[in-house]
């Protein structure tokens, strides 16, 4: 198994790219399912989990091809609507391909997928609102069966207890042939989830209420096969920036929509990094920590929440950050129980950090005082914010089990060492 050795201290100079975002990419290769013909994704990122998702397009009987960034789909002749516990157990977002089918066949069968690192994750709300929309659910040997009674499924109203993004994106597509007026309440309003509305729209589907909690869809005939583009990845642009934050240096983050990340922009103002908001592009410096040029950076608070909240999936990132600053930062996170898994791997670089519940206590140790050291990634954003941790601490840090940061991240490694980091993969 490969690992990262980073020999930390360097500063980050210079221009990157960013890749098509990992949670856009799978539901909108998802929705490919919904209707017969040849489908043009472009902007999708090589990653492990969009390379899960083609595997599990093609056990259903699509076939696809990879130019580049650029991936076509025939989805003609579906052969079976069951997604095996062998994918499904090693990305929970194969769930998505439930709502599709179901809408195309009136029937689907999913691996459960079990609880993982960073929580339970249940389905629930997804199977209520397949129910709302007049389909019976159960559970067999490990899979759930969601068939469509009548012949095929009725509008109806549902109210996601939670803004789930997954579950929001299940329903809509389930709902796009639906008889009549679907509501769904309470919906997700992630950029990923717009990216989605536009390309069913683009097919033929009709949805009002992109941007909002409350989108409505009026069931549709037939749709035709699309052509999409996948937005740019909003993590992976933070990831970036905070990784700027923390190594010091000044890089041009390219190919990104700004207007993704309100939160995170706030946040680092006020630890003291400068950001310049460009079109499509971010230009964010924090001066080195070179004795002459000292960038202090301030301890700030941030609590996870739906977007356009501090996103949970930057918050490990944010964490790593918060380790160097000075002062103490309270990290609240509210959407995953169990998304610290990282803080005793930075507690082992040095990082001085307390959890009470939800909620974990930073006390910046000042950037330079981190100490590079063996530690382990436990999920994808885990993984991130352990490379920025990294990059920032004095010394050798080698980190194993990167398949999870494979998981999300096209090219971190060769990303990085392009902006000057000292990063390599090694065979271990
Ligand atoms: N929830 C339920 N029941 C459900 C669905 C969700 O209780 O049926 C709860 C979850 O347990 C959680 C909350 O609702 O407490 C919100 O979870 P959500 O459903 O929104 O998460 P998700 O759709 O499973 C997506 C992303 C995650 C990201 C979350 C939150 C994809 C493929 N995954 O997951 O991305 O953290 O939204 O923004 O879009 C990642 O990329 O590293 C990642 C984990």
């Known amino acids: 198994m490969d690992k990262i050795v980073i020999h930390g201290g360097q500063p980050l100079y210079g221009k990157v790219s960013m890749s098509g975002a990992k949670n856009a990419a799978l539901p ?8 017969p013909g040849l489908h043009t ?71 459960l997928p079990g609880g993982c690192a960073i929580g339970a994750r249940p389905i629930n709300y997804h199977l209520n609102g397949f129910e709302q929309l007049g389909t019976v659910t159960e559970l067999k040997q490990g899979y759930v069966e969601v068939r469509a009674e009548n012949g095929g499924l009725e509008g109806g109203t549902i109210y996601l207890d939670k803004p789930t993004v997954t579950g929001t994106e299940n329903i809509l597509m389930a709902s796009v042939y639906a008889k009549g007026k679907t509501v769904i309440k ?19 589907a009709n949805i009002q209420g ?23 990845d909003r993590i992976e642009t933070g990831t970036y920036m905070i990784a700027v934050a923390a190594a010091g240096g000044e890089v041009e983050i390219t190919d990104c929509i700004p207007g993704h ?7 680092l103002e006020r630890c003291g990094v400068d950001i310049e908001v460009g079109n499509n592009s971010f230009k964010v410096c924090c001066p080195e920590n070179n004795g002459q040029n000292h960038c202090r950076l301030r301890s700030v608070d941030v609590t996870t929440l739906p977007y356009p909240g501090f996103a949970t999936d930057l918050q490990a990132q944010f964490m790593a950050l918060m380790t160097l600053a000075t002062g103490a930062a309270v990290i609240h996170e509210t959407i995953f129980e169990n998304r610290f898994m990282h803080v005793a791997e930075l ?12 909620s974990a206590v930073v006390r910046g ?60 993969r090694v065979r271990e």
């Open 28 to 35: 909108l290769l998802a929705a490919t399912l919904l209707a």
């Open 41 to 111: 994704l472009s902007n999708v990122p090589d990653l492990r989990d969009t390379r899960t998702m083609l595997r599990l397009l093609e056990i259903l009987g699509a076939h696809w091809q990879r130019t580049g960034s650029t991936v076509t789909i025939e989805t003609s002749n579906l052969t079976t609507a069951e997604a095996p516990y062998e994918l499904v157990k090693t990305m929970r977002a194969s769930v998505l391909v439930l709502g599709p089918l179901i809408a195309r066949s009136g029937f689907a069968r999913v691996s």
């Open 186 to 204: 309470n919906a997700a309003r992630e950029p990923e989830i717009g990216n989605l509305i536009d390309m069913l729209e683009s097919m033929g």
């Open 210 to 232: 992109k941007d909002t909690d409350c989108l409505t869809i009026h069931g549709v005939e037939s749709l035709h096969a699309a052509t999409a583009t996948i937005i740019p």
């Open 261 to 267: 990340l309100p939160a995170l922009t706030g946040k």
């Open 347 to 358: 507690e082992r670089m040095g990082a001085d950090i307390k959890i009470d519940g939800g």
């Open 365 to 424: 140790v000042g950037r330079g005082f981190l100490s590079g050291a063996q530690v382990m990634a436990t999920d994808l954003r885990a993984s991130a914010s352990l490379v920025i941790a990294g990059l920032a601490a004095s010394g050798m840090t080698e980190i194993s089990r990167i398949y999870h940061l494979e998981r999300g991240y096209e090219n971190m490694i060769e990303k990085l060492a392009g902006l000057g980091a000292n990063i390599r």
